[in-house]
């Protein structure tokens, strides 16, 4: 059993309170004016423990370590309003361990990336990072294959062109290695041949295709900064809200569950209190930034959107469900195995 404590998240970051005993209401009425700076010991799913074949300090929230210390940081709070009181549970590994394996034996059984585990504490490993002491795992698998991610597919293209730099390549080439890693199909169109530092491509009027492009396009341009080569299209892109609902469509879900599955990619739509919109928006900044889901379309407390990792994605609304929790938010995932709704919280309660 942990260490019930009180804490704050604040803009994507858990912090415990400075006094064992200090309600958030306390902790509140500290404050008199804006913004504030006070000094804070930070908890993080991941401690940063180095330990040859064990797995340490690697927890999922609302559940974090007391044993390896903390960190402290000057805190600048801009406004109350975007801090959330949260009771969080602190352990130490020994008790940690004891928890998961409960919940590894009683949950994980019948997934096809399951291996009977052992008295061994190694066999726990990989579990710390993808189950919640609570049994949200958004990675069960249940049936084989794996369903590909876009996200990893386009990280093993860039880790490709980390060696073989594709601004040298022959253009074609070039097509070839996108069509193979990430299964979008171009054409050459209007480049002058030879190497492809400035590749003009041209491809079918597919939703799929074009959204992805987009993806790839900034992936490029501002992930893979070694390069110097230039995406470009022959036709703009044209990706929209109707669009997008025309996919998700019964009448297209045979064509749409096709297409998720060829490319590893799943559409999304998050709703939620306008009145938090700018708070979502800066929260999911950084998640657009490293390719787990793009924008398609935002209006007015929602947000339509493409996942490029469904399982990664989702856990990162669990880790920010203090904020989402508070704004009502809920989001269904359209994928190649049908529809899942979820209202948002530590519990990711399906609805």
């Known amino acids: 059993m942990g260490e019930k404590r009180q804490a704050i998240f604040y803009r994507d970051q858990y912090y415990l309170l400075p006094d064992e005993s200090l309600s958030f209401e306390d902790f509140k009425s500290g404050f008199f004016s804006f913004p504030a700076r006070t000094r804070l010991r930070v908890l993080r799913e991941d401690n940063s423990v180095a330990s040859y074949n064990v797995q340490k300090g690697i927890s999922i929230a609302p559940y974090f370590y007391g044993e390896y210390g903390y960190t402290e940081e000057n805190v600048a709070i801009e406004s109350f309003g975007e801090v959330y009181p949260v009771e969080v549970e602190l352990f130490t590994q020994k008790e940690y361990n004891d928890r998961i394996r409960e919940v590894i034996l009683s949950y994980c059984p019948g997934c096809q990336r399951y291996k009977p585990i052992s008295n061994r504490v190694q066999s726990l490993n990989g579990h710390f990072e993808e189950i919640s002491l609570d049994s949200v795992c958004f990675y069960r698998q249940n049936t084989k294959p794996a369903p590909r991610v876009f996200r990893k597919d386009l990280f093993f293209l860039g880790g490709f062109w980390r060696h073989f730099d594709p601004a040298g390549f022959e253009e074609q080439k070039t097509l070839e290695e996108i069509k193979s890693h990430l299964r979008i199909k171009y054409d050459p169109a209007g480049s002058s041949g030879g190497e492809t530092a400035a ?7 597919d939703f799929f295709v074009q959204l992805l492009s987009e993806v790839l396009k900034n992936y490029i341009e501002n992930a893979l900064t070694f390069t110097r080569l230039k995406f470009k299209f022959d036709r703009p892109l044209r990706i929209d809200k109707d669009a997008f609902e025309s996919q998700i469509s019964p009448e297209n879900r045979e064509s749409f569950r096709k297409n998720c599955k060829k ?11 306008p009145a938090f919109e700018d708070q979502i928006a800066r929260s999911l900044k950084p998640l657009i930034r ?3 889901a793009a924008f398609v379309h935002r209006e007015s407390g929602k947000s339509y959107l493409a996942l490029l990792d469904s399982c990664g994605f989702l856990k990162s609304l669990h880790f920010r469900s203090p904020l989402l929790q508070a704004a009502g938010t809920k989001v269904a995932v359209y994928d190649q195995f049908g529809e899942s709704r979820y209202l948002i919280s530590f519990e990711m309660e399906q609805v």
């Open 199 to 205: 590749l003009e491509v041209s491809f079918a009027p």
């Open 290 to 292: 490293h390719f787990f």
């Open 263 to 273: 490319y590893g990619v799943a559409l999304a739509v998050m709703t939620y209190d």
